[in-house]
């Protein structure tokens, strides 16, 4: 399935390129967070895989999409459907560039995506799951309608929360 660009009032979602490694480095360069099993100092091979799964991902039907700003081609971040081969369901994910946190464009991008998973794949839940340290996906899952749904042990054997998401939300714009 060829991926669906996606716009939003202030941003554009778009599938990953390989003309997109350098946005990819730029993230893991900077990122303060732990993304499935790489943090800080992941090597050029491991970004690289990172790019080429994201873009592979999409014969499923669903994937990563690139977020950037109306009317500006720079990726600010990431939103999208994952669901590794080894992992026990499909999860709603996110990454954005620590200087464009705070204007609620993963909030905004995450709306969209869930729409996506519910009118255009009909899927009847959509979930998401982070480390218990994850506070700000915590949050953020909170304000996206979510609800902790129950909690699971995943392949890497991390405890991690599962959340329900709505497919219409509610709570506070970003």
């Known amino acids: 399935m060829t991926a669906t660009t996606i716009t939003t009032d202030r941003l554009t979602l778009r599938a990953p390129a390989a003309s997109d490694l350098a946005a990819y ?43 950037t700003l109306s009317g500006d081609a720079t990726v600010v971040g990431g939103a999208g459907i994952c669901h590794p081969d080894d992992w026990p369901s499909h999860e709603l994910t996110w990454w954005l560039m ?45 304000r996206l309608g979510g609800a902790k749904i129950r909690r699971d042990q995943f392949p890497d054997n991390v405890w991690r929360d599962v959340y329900a998401l709505p497919k219409h939300q509610s709570g506070p714009q970003p």
């Open 25 to 67: 480095v730029s993230f893991y360069a900077v990122s303060d967070t732990k993304v499935e099993k790489y943090r800080y100092r992941t090597s050029a091979a491991e970004i690289q895989a990172i790019l080429d799964q994201d873009i592979a991902h999409w014969s499923k039907g669903f994937g990563m999409w690139l977020i």
């Open 98 to 142: 620590p200087d464009q946190r705070g204007h609620g464009y993963a909030t905004e991008a995450n709306r969209a995506v869930i729409s996506f998973a519910y009118d255009n794949l009909g899927w009847p839940m959509l979930e998401t799951h982070f480390r218990d340290e994850n506070t700000a996906a915590r949050k953020l899952a909170t």
